[in-house]
């Protein structure tokens, strides 16, 4: 379906999606719709079985989270050729496993620097507590390494009741505390409420050491036994040392002491 589109410009769906309350790490609602209506009809030229067809409208259609894969897909191809400039300290990557934080820059190549991974502070489903939580775990950091997730929480007030970060009205305080540390805002994701402003981009690593703000990640929860899953929602802290390791490696790389 999608070589019979040519592919979709997943930067467009993003972009309405800003406009429709979406943050693309814990509300894809919007783009999660903008994506299947996109792709239907292609679907249904190429799946023959209806039984078939059916069964993948209704997966897509039923899971409001479902373009948070592709959002983090495309979180990768956009940072990926950012990798590798001589001097640049603007962070290509974000991850955690449950038990480290890591993060890549681009001037110091594939090397991780990391740190301890925070507890997320949130919200739990029904019959959950923190006693159930993991510590913060996936790769769906990617998301604000390129100015969504947490950095775009502006555009999403609905997602700062869910996630346990206070009033709607304090979402934009995030967004504005991440353009501290950021390079630069993106002209083609803006932000109505904030009088299309565009979301924060281009983690640097100096701001973030001179300032003392790290980066806000909107993030699930997970439970902490194996097969049990989202256990509810929340936010964590990036870990500061793993900018001041990066920051103090790529210095050593340029001769500065």
Request: charged share 20%; proline share 6%.
């Given at each position: 379906a999608l070589r019979q589109l040519d592919g979709l410009p997943l930067k467009d769906i993003v972009a309405r999606g800003l406009t429709m309350g979406d943050e693309m790490h814990q509300r894809n609602v919007g783009c999660s719709s903008l994506f299947l209506r996109a792709l239907a009809p292609a679907l249904a030229k190429t799946i023959a079985d209806k039984d078939e067809l059916a069964k993948a409208l209704a997966f897509m259609g039923g899971n409001d989270q479902f373009f948070l894969n592709i959002a983090m897909v495309l979180g990768k191809a956009i940072m990926d050729p950012v990798r590798d400039i001589e001097g640049c300290s603007v962070v290509t990557a974000m991850s955690r496993n449950g038990t480290d934080f890591g993060i890549r820059v681009s001037g110091t190549g594939d090397e991780w620097f990391t740190a301890p991974v925070e507890m997320p502070e949130g919200l739990y489903f029904p019959g959950f507590t923190a006693d159930d939580a993991n510590p913060d775990m996936g790769d769906s950091t990617i998301v604000e390494t390129i100015g969504l997730g947490g950095f775009a929480m502006a555009a999403a007030p609905a997602v700062a009741g869910?996630?346990?970060?206070?009033?709607?009205?304090?979402?934009?305080?995030?967004?504005?505390?991440?353009?501290?540390?950021?390079?630069?805002?993106?002209?083609?994701?803006?932000?109505?409420?904030?009088?299309?402003?565009?979301?924060?981009?281009?983690?640097?690593?100096?701001?973030?050491?001179?300032?003392g703000i790290v980066p806000t990640i909107n993030t699930g929860i997970a439970h902490r036994e194996p097969g049990v899953g989202q256990v509810g929602a929340g936010v964590v802290k990036a870990p500061m040392a793993c900018f001041e390791q990066a920051l103090r490696a790529l210095a050593r790389r340029l001769g500065v002491s």
């Open positions: 869910f996630v346990g970060a206070g009033a709607a009205s304090e979402a934009a305080l995030t967004t504005h505390a991440m353009s501290e540390i950021t390079m630069t805002e993106n002209p083609e994701w803006t932000i109505p409420s904030l009088d299309y402003q565009g979301v924060p981009t281009g983690i640097d690593i100096r701001r973030v050491v001179e300032t």
